[in-house]
């Protein structure tokens, strides 16, 4: 196996590695959840298949501009991610969030509390939104991580093999 070969199936490997991290080390670690975009409605700022590490945050400290994903309504696990277009403050104090998708022509036709709220959106990453759709769509979605730890392997398998062929037969130094 050549150098470059080596450095290739390397860098994949850590490229993996990397992506892996990003997408459930850091948001486990960070108490942050991924969602995926399954909607043109945030395009082109977030397309359909991207998926956003949302952080939680205090209503308090969210302004116009910000990307939140919020609860669709009370006891459903639906939420919808969009931009914060406008922030009420009633007379007792009590906010409330105006949000719209970027690609779309009108606000939302409700207004958000702020008990809805999950979170801002932290970071994203393109198309690893439609990998994680994919993978809770039943037996097929099990391939996925399954797949994943295939390529895992067989990346470290060829840069192990290919430090051991080093170890046994070093080149000589040029000088």
């Known amino acids: 196996m050549g150098l470059i070969s080596v450095g290739v199936t390397a860098g994949l490997l850590c490229l993996v590695l990397m992506v892996a991290a990003l997408a459930v080390v850091v948001p486990f670690v960070t108490g942050s959840q991924s969602y995926s975009i399954l909607t043109k409605s945030m395009e082109p700022t977030y397309p359909p298949g991207t998926l956003v590490v949302v952080r939680p945050v205090d209503p308090a400290n969210l302004r116009v501009g910000s990307v939140v994903t919020f609860q669709v309504s009370s006891g459903d696990d639906t939420v919808i991610t969009h931009r914060i277009i406008g922030v009420t403050v009633n007379s007792g104090g009590s906010r409330s969030f105006t949000t719209m998708g970027d690609n779309n022509a009108v606000a939302d036709d409700t207004t958000v509390r702020p008990e809805q709220i999950r979170g801002e959106v932290w970071y994203a990453l393109p198309w690893l939104g439609a990998v994680a759709a994919l993978r809770a769509q039943g037996a097929f979605g ?34």
């Open 142 to 175: 099990a391939l996925i991580p399954i797949l994943g730890g295939l390529l895992l392997l067989i990346g470290a398998f060829y840069v192990i093999t290919w430090i051991i062929e080093r170890l046994r037969h070093p080149h000589p130094q040029s000088g």
